[in-house]
């Protein structure tokens, strides 16, 4: 399968790229979601409602809430030396926080090593990359499905996205009369 696409120029151009297809994700997979009990297949019932519904869509909210958790804990294993208030605030051993980065730094330098593209002047990069993944994995989901939601109950978008539909039109779900 050939799929073609612009590849964006800037941070905020992947951005707001990257929401509109989750934007698109949300809409698909729920408006998806009753036709697909009709599937006789049990392969493509699974990927569907285990991995796409399940794990991608539901799922989410506690992936940003296990990020924050990591956030939080990491800040305080920092700063917590400086003001026992922050101290508190650390929950999750340092073992499991490096255990975390260091698979990111896993998967950074596993893209390194596979990619034919980069130089070695872009070496620095394998460093970037674990801030750069945890931002792809959770700003611009996040902000799709958020305008998803919105988009739903209120009808319009929290952050404009360069894909349709831009307002959500009251009448969508009943037919016209001809």
Sequence with gaps: MLVRTEVPSSL??????????????ARVITKATWQMRKCKDPFFRYQFYIYNL??????????????????????????????????????????FIALVIGFYMFMALEGFA???TLKKKDFMIIFYYPLFSFYQ????ITI??????TWITVGTKIV?????????????????RG
């Design 137 to 140: 994995n959770f700003v611009p």
């Design 114 to 116: 596979g990619s034919l």
């Design 12 to 25: 905020r151009k992947f951005t707001r790229q990257r929401i509109g297809w989750n934007f698109g994700f």
């Design 54 to 95: 399940g794990i991608t869509l539901l799922f989410h909210p506690f992936r940003v809430f296990a990020l924050a958790v990591l956030c939080i804990s990491l800040f305080a294993f920092i700063f917590g030396p400086l003001s026992p208030v922050i101290a508190r605030f650390y929950t999750l051993p340092i073992s």
């Design 144 to 149: 799709g499905y958020l305008n998803f939601i």
């Design 160 to 176: 404009s996205d360069p894909y349709e539909p831009r307002r959500r039109k009251r009448h969508e779900g009943k037919k016209r």
